[in-house]
């Protein structure tokens, strides 16, 4: 059974910066395509960004050029570096894994508990 457990989210003003992390647990984190999800009240949860087991990358529009998702296999973690952060990112983080690898399986994935990250104007 993997495990996943974000952490890095708070408060931050906008224009700031922050870096959420997730480490993985229970399994072979390189097999595994990454993403970020996220999730304001009342909205459903979106795909962020996505980072495939061979390291190729993909951002949701809103956060292209602020955001940069990256991975390291041997500490078995996946980071959101989050920069000129605005209001309206502001929503729970999700960490996922997708077993294929490929970073669009998310049906099958495994989740993590998420992190609150929010964004004063």
């Known amino acids: 059974q993997v495990q996943l457990v974000e952490s890095g989210g708070g408060l931050v003003q906008a224009g700031g910066s922050l870096r959420l992390s997730c480490v993985a647990s229970?399994?072979?984190?390189?097999?595994?395509?990454m993403g970020w999800f996220r999730q304001a009240p009342g909205k459903q949860r979106d795909l962020v960004a996505v980072i495939t087991d061979g390291g190729t990358t993909n951002y949701q529009d809103s956060v292209k050029g602020r955001f940069t998702i990256s991975r390291v296999n041997a500490k078995n973690t996946v980071y959101l570096q989050m920069n000129s952060l605005k209001p309206e990112d502001t929503a729970v983080y999700y960490c996922?894994?997708?077993?294929?690898?490929?970073?669009?399986?998310?049906?099958?994935?495994?989740w993590g508990q998420g992190t609150q990250v929010t964004v004063s104007s």
């Open positions: 996922a894994a997708d077993p294929s690898g490929r970073g669009s399986n998310w049906y099958q994935a495994y």
């Open positions: 229970g399994g072979t984190f390189r097999r595994y395509g």
